[in-house]
């Protein structure tokens, strides 16, 4: 990107603007030279990200950097969107729209072995005409792929992979990456509008480094860089996405589009630059630009036996690069002849992946341990005589569930061979009976919950066990975040980072301790001012108020959603009354299969459960179903209906609501006793399921609203 003169020219000018930065007329020697500062700061961000080599020291760039966004600060009109101070989001990302890429994000065809290749490489060879076909070889990364999208030189859109079609936008989190340019010289290649493809890493310092951070501060560690990387790309603080020092490898245009020609006149740009009829050449452009290609790391070769050589030679010194890489990559290095090759509708004609062999080892298993999730979910975890897989210590394993136990055939001290599928998660790939000496025990999955001694509950079709219990220690701080949610008991001042808060602390130990924290003592700590005290009480009393549907959805009732939450507290006079119920009786209501009733009959046939709600209800919060308002002959009494897709004029709760203040009902899934299944954009599987039955009438939303007394 910068040639030796740049380069040069540039360092000199640093080295002014380090020895000005203690100048009485500094500010005025900014505003003069805001492009030229901005300048030498986006050059060492290119050394330092881009080709790891800084010439000035961190301090040094620190100080340039916030005599800029110092600069910036006073003159807010000055700021350009591609300053290196924009990279830093202001406050949290709300949400992640979905956003669909400009060509779809198909997957590579996997393979394993040479003749894979071989085969690859006939096929190129059949479809082209080509005696001998030129390649281009990379690694392939191991971490979370991105689109980015640039018009006009300028970035404006970083996305997910997603479903392939759509993913989520993530642009502000992207803008945290130093090794992604906020804008770049595309026009130069008379290039109006770009989309690249990439992959978004943790390098493996960085990533001892962070969970080294982690551990000191009593944190759990992050579990592996490529899983790093793609949560970090998720958060919702720009902040905190920063400090994980990501990086960014883009190796793919998928789309460009032309600058429309305008008339030359006397000063008109030079032409364009020609772009790359290769691969190869592409990454070479990205590179040029300022971007973190793996120019450095990529080969050119003629044939497909100089591939298979070099791809298994790279596989012995995988682990010297900084990054986790699974495999190479193998495209077609000819642009034109790629498109020739085309696509099929999962992957490129044109490209393979070549995966390295997995890791593997052989250990003992020592014991079982049983954990308790979230939600209850009791899973095993296998304890093994610690061993080195790819380079990794592994001395516990998931083993999901009870079938994966019986699937494998495993028993205490059995010796058994395992594998990090991806170079990332250990696996248990199978034990050996014909190592047993018989002093192998049998692994006995417990029927009484490891944490606080409940039941255990699986209904048939489901392979996990769970503890139901709304008292179980492991389950509370969950089940309280959920309670006090939005859709749930909507405790507005009581978010998720106040529950734990309170739960660390001990004032909060159980869903009823909501109805009695002791105001007193949260008044003391930091942020809670009287103000936010009155708020966060009076929020309390105004949820005991709450309609008996939404207390249901609140108690976080497997497989209970907020449809079916409405369908059982319109059944009952008190939330009790289901203590009374049979399984079948439940199945008796709209919408209530076999699963539902199942994990409903379950929870009000739990003595804790029914004790939690006795409390509940003496501290004031109304169980009672006092049924006010309900229309029994509105003139969409007796219909069922359905929302699925996108509304584009109502939002899904308020069109529901009109369902159920007109006498209507609203189901939760297609049946035989759906009457209208209302299309909204983008419908899915609920649209094709209705489809093949005759009685469910699928309409439009214009349709729905026109079925309304308003709109007649």
């Not at 905190?240 to 006397?266: C, G, I, M």
């Not at 203040?661 to 419908?683: F, W």
Request: net charge negative; with cysteine.
């Amino acid at each position: 990107m910068y040639n030796n003169e740049q380069t040069i020219a540039l360092q000199k000018k640093t080295t002014e603007w380090l020895a000005n930065v203690n100048a009485s007329n500094i500010s005025g020697i900014v505003k003069n030279n805001t492009e030229d500062l901005r300048n030498c700061l986006r050059f060492h961000e290119y050394r330092y990200y881009v080709q790891n080599d800084p010439l000035i020291s961190d301090f040094e760039y620190d100080t340039l950097y916030k005599l800029l966004e110092h600069f910036e600060k006073e003159n807010p009109g000055a700021v350009t969107t591609d300053s290196p101070t924009q990279r830093v989001g202001k406050g949290l990302i709300k949400d992640f729209p979905k956003t669909p890429h400009l060509v779809p994000m198909l997957s590579l065809e996997n393979s394993y072995n040479a003749d894979d290749l071989l085969d690859f490489d006939r096929k190129a060879r059949e479809i082209s005409g080509l005696h001998e076909i030129e390649y281009c070889v990379e690694p392939k990364f191991d971490g979370a792929s991105i689109s980015l999208v640039y018009e006009d030189d300028m970035l404006i859109r970083g996305v997910t992979r997603g479903d392939g079609e759509v993913g989520d936008e993530i642009t502000l989190n992207v803008k945290q990456i130093r090794s992604v340019p906020l804008s770049a010289k595309f026009s130069e290649y008379g290039i109006e509008q770009i989309e690249i493809r990439g992959e978004v890493l943790m390098n493996k310092n960085n990533f001892k480094a962070y969970n080294d951070a982690l551990i000191e501060e009593g944190i759990p560690p992050l579990a592996n860089p490529r899983n790093a990387a793609a949560g970090s790309l998720r958060i919702k603080d720009t902040a905190e996405v920063s400090k994980r020092n990501l990086e960014a490898f883009l190796y793919h245009v998928s789309y460009d589009h032309a600058t429309t020609a305008q008339p030359k006149t006397a000063n008109a740009p030079q032409d364009p630059a020609e772009k790359p009829e290769t691969h190869s050449g592409m990454l070479e452009m990205l590179w040029n630009l300022g971007f973190r290609s793996p120019k450095n790391e990529m080969k050119v070769f003629k044939g497909i036996d100089a591939v298979i050589k070099h791809v298994h030679d790279f596989e012995k010194v995988r682990d010297n690069l900084g990054y986790e890489i699974d495999g190479m990559v193998i495209k077609v290095n000819d642009l034109k002849l790629q498109d020739r090759l085309g696509m099929t509708s999962h992957h490129p004609r044109w490209a393979i992946a070549f995966k390295f062999k997995a890791r593997q080892g052989t250990s003992k298993l020592l014991a079982v341990e049983f954990q308790v999730g979230r939600t209850g979910a009791v899973t095993p975890v296998a304890k093994i005589e610690p061993v080195q897989v790819g380079g990794v210590t592994v001395g516990s394993i998931s083993i999901h569930n009870e079938a994966y136990i019986k699937e494998k055939d495993l028993m205490l001290g059995d010796t058994i061979l395992i594998e990090r599928s991806g170079d990332v998660i250990p696996q248990i790939v199978k034990s050996f009976p014909e190592l047993r000496t018989s002093d192998e025990k049998k692994i006995e999955f417990p029927t009484l919950c490891p944490v606080c001694s409940s039941a255990l509950y699986k209904p048939e079709e489901d392979a996990v066990w769970r503890c139901v219990s709304l008292t179980c220690p492991a389950q509370i701080a969950e089940g309280i975040i959920h309670f006090v949610s939005k859709d749930a008991m909507d405790i507005r001042s009581f978010g998720e980072a106040n529950v734990r808060k309170f739960y660390e602390m001990g004032l909060l130990r159980s869903i009823p301790d909501i109805y009695s924290l002791p105001y007193d003592e949260i008044g003391k700590l930091d942020g809670f001012g009287e103000k936010s005290i009155i708020k966060l009480q009076q929020a309390i009393e105004d949820s005991k108020k709450q309609p008996l549907n939404r207390i249901i959805y609140a108690l976080g009732i497997r497989y209970v959603g907020e449809t079916t939450a409405k369908t059982l507290a319109n059944a009952v006079d008190h939330l009790t009354d289901f203590a009374a119920f049979s399984e079948e009786q439940l199945m008796q209501l709209d919408d209530v299969g076999v699963k539902v009733a199942k994990t409903v009959y379950s929870f009000f046939h739990n003595a804790d459960n029914l004790k939690l709600l006795q409390k509940l209800e003496e501290l004031g919060v109304q169980l009672k179903n006092e049924k006010k308002g309900t229309v029994t002959d509105g003139n969409l009494s007796g219909l069922t209906f359905l929302f699925t897709g996108t509304l584009s004029q109502l939002k899904r709760s308020d069109a529901e609501a009109l369902v159920e203040r007109n006498g209507g009902k609203i189901l939760g899934a297609v049946s035989s006793r759906l009457n209208y299944l209302v299309a909204g954009e983008s419908a899915g599987s609920k649209l094709e399921k209705a489809k093949k039955i005759p009685a469910i009438h699928v309409i439009s939303e214009e349709e729905f609203i026109k079925m309304l007394p308003s709109s007649k």
